[in-house]
């Protein structure tokens, strides 16, 4: 059979695993891609190479060796500059070449934002050295909250509430740096009443919108999210608005997962991914079509029919809690039987091969369908529980 497209899929986590799912669907090749052998996506895929993102020679050589029909990011930290020399030759980069590279690092994204579209956004500075994050610091005022600007699933995000904890802060982000650029971005606290993502699809035919997904953090990185996020038709028309008016003004054609801050009716820009975003696992469960679904329907030019939620929905992480290499995944048929009649539960296992401190091994997902997201993310956290992490079989 030929396939309907060649996809070069750069990044192997657990978002490229469903989305090469969804893509090979729809009659799709893929060939995953990642530093390290066996991968997650790497493991449902037709072809797999495994070299550093960061490595331009050898992406290039993938490129040149695969001759894909789309290639596709699923990491921040990638030679961009490569991705744009072989989009000035004709190959298609998802969404862009340019939507890469001002993605890769959130000050780029930050100035289309505030300076080209003036979108509203917390105040902010960069510092490339400990002393100028403490002068950064120093002018934006505590407490603030201090990310790398290249980093994914908020690696080294941290907030600072006194002085005494800049040089902590400074040492985590540089830990969770991806990349080759020591630089972060100190920004003031916002007190927002809530934080979501807007799944955000850029089609030939136009924009769609997923209804919002709610969020929680720990140590920078999304614990649980839910769907739909009630919010006021003021705060939501303002998100879709900047949402629509950012992916535009990056161009090309997938899904974007565009994060805000809310404040009652207030609407302020966060951050954007032009990928599928990690909040948005919850639409494994949640809507006809996941984010996966959208994203490559949206790369390949095939049509999407009207998004539909089934109910409320929640999903829920399942954490390691040390390093290792020798270890399997217990409880699932715990976390698979609902507590109640009307609940629906899921759980999808990741394949990693290793474990370290809070990473991700899967998640828990659960839909009630005339219930309320409260509910629906109190089964996804106790099935997520019931997923156990047993060391040395």
């Not at 407490?143 to 040492?171: F, H, L, N, Y």
């Not at 998100?239 to 950012?246: H, L």
């Not at 966060?270 to 329907?297: C, K, Y």
């Not at 474990?355 to 997520?384: E, F």
Request: hydrophobic share 45%.
């Amino acid at each position: 059979m030929t396939p309907t497209a060649k996809i070069l899929l750069l990044g192997s986590g657990e978002l490229g695993r469903e989305f090469t799912i969804s893509a090979k669907r729809l009659g799709a090749h893929v060939i995953a891609c990642d530093s390290y052998a066996g991968a997650p996506a790497m493991q449902v895929a037709d072809e797999d190479e495994v070299f550093s993102m960061l490595d331009g020679a050898a992406l290039g050589a993938a490129i040149e060796k695969h001759k894909p029909d789309f290639i596709v990011p699923e990491v921040e930290a990638i030679r961009t500059e490569v991705l744009k020399d072989f989009e000035e030759r004709g190959f298609n980069v998802v969404p862009s070449a340019r939507a890469t590279q001002m993605t890769m690092n959130r000050d780029r994204i930050r100035e289309v934002a505030a300076a080209e579209l003036g979108l509203p956004t917390s105040k902010y500075l960069y510092a490339e050295t400990l002393a100028g994050m403490q002068a950064a610091v120093a002018k934006i005022g505590l407490p603030c909250v201090v990310k790398p600007v290249m980093s994914s699933s908020g690696k080294g995000q941290s907030t600072v509430r006194a002085t005494s904890e800049i040089t902590k802060a400074w040492d985590y982000a540089v830990a969770g740096m991806r990349g080759d650029r020591v630089c972060v971005i100190v920004e003031a606290f916002v007190a927002f009443d809530y934080e979501i993502t807007l799944l955000t699809v850029r089609t030939r035919s136009g924009v769609i919108f997923c209804d919002p997904v709610g969020h929680r953090q720990e140590r920078g990185d999304y614990q649980e999210s839910w769907q739909p996020t009630a919010m006021s038709a003021t705060a939501l028309s303002a998100a879709q608005d900047m949402a629509r008016k950012v992916v535009d003004n990056l161009g090309g054609y997938g899904l974007f997962g565009v994060e805000f801050f809310i404040k009652g009716d207030a609407v302020i820009f966060s951050e954007l991914s032009p990928r599928p975003h990690d909040t948005g696992m919850v639409t494994l469960i949640s809507q006809n079509l996941s984010e996966f679904d959208l994203h490559a329907r949206a790369i390949l030019d095939l049509p999407i029919p009207r998004i539909t939620q089934h109910g409320a929905a929640a999903s829920a992480v399942i954490l390691a809690d040390r390093q290792a290499d020798d270890f399997r995944m217990t409880g699932l048929k715990e976390a698979l039987t609902p507590d109640a009649p009307g609940i629906e539960v899921d759980v999808r296992i990741f394949g990693k091969p290793t474990t370290r401190p809070y990473r991700r091994m899967g998640v828990a997902l659960a839909l009630i369908r005339n219930g309320d997201t409260d509910a629906a993310r109190k089964a996804a956290r106790a099935a997520a529980a019931r997923v156990k992490i047993d060391y040395g079989r």
